[in-house]
T-cell receptor
Framework: LAKTTQPISMDSYEGQEVNITCSHN???????ITWYQQFPSQGPRFIIQ???TKVTNEVASLFIPADRKSSTLSLPRVSLSDTAVYYC??????????????FGKGTMLLVSP | DGGITQSPKYLFRKEGQNVTLSCEQN?????MYWYRQDPGQGLRLIYY???????QKGDIAEGYSVSREKKESFPLTVTSAQKNPTAFYLC??????????FGPGTRLTVT
């Protein structure tokens, strides 16, 4: 599984756009990029997943450049409730179609009033 | 966590005792996983199962055991051989694909 590097922490204010970048220099051709969000004492929650270019859903956008060696999670107009740890994961699926995820330490995002 | 139940939320045990953590799901997912999380750290995979009566070791399986007798259930036993069992334990399930669904977790304290 490709190793990922992301900032340990980030600070923001309510209403701002937050961009969290993740580096994955040795990403493989079959790897996809997935982001999870975790609140204290809860299990992680899937946010978004992509392979290349841009993916957008109701929660976030994921930007992946052509070389796929990095990705950026974009959270529009954050609120206090977006304070959480954000994990970037890169991985493949086995022949059965299931994935085993490797979580790093993630990025602790603190949103202030 | 909808559809995934982990009980109890908090569990206390004395050192040297085995303890079993429950994970039940009604999502009809074939794959189930157990992770351990220590303070300030990411999740580490203990065991996973992609089908009933079959399971594989993850990155930190030593001192743990699992069973998968039913599709809905994937209990984890923390044995006395686990050197540092105090942690937050998370169960997850998934359909085929990259997304996993996590339960609410069980916080185990061993003294």
């Amino acid at each position: 599984l490709a190793k990922t590097t992301q900032p340990i922490s980030m600070d923001s204010y309510e209403g701002q756009e937050v961009n969290i970048t993740c580096s994955h220099n040795n990403i493989a051709t079959n790897d996809y990029i997935t982001w999870y969000q975790q609140f204290p004492s809860q299990g992680p929650r899937f946010i978004i997943q992509g392979y290349k270019t841009k993916v957008t859903n109701e929660v976030a956008s994921l930007f992946i450049p052509a070389d796929r060696k990095s990705s950026t999670l974009s959270l529009p107009r954050v609120s206090l409730s977006d304070t959480a740890v954000y994990y970037c994961l890169v991985g493949d699926m086995n022949l059965s179609g299931y994935s085993t995820l490797t979580f790093g330490k993630g990025t602790m995002l603190l949103v202030s009033p | 966590d909808g559809g995934i139940t982990q009980s109890p939320k908090y569990l206390f045990r004395k050192e040297g005792q085995n303890v079993t953590l429950s994970c039940e799901q009604n999502l009809n997912h074939d794959a189930m996983y157990w992770y351990r999380q220590d303070p300030g750290q990411g999740l580490r995979l203990i065991y996973y199962s992609q089908i009933v009566n079959d399971f594989q070791k993850g990155d930190i399986a030593e001192g743990y055991s699992v069973s998968r007798e039913k599709k809905e259930s994937f209990p984890l036993t923390v044995t006395s051989a686990q050197k540092n069992p105090t942690a937050f334990y998370l169960c997850a399930t998934s359909p085929p694909g990259p997304e996993q669904y996590f339960g609410p977790g069980t916080r185990l304290t061993v003294t």
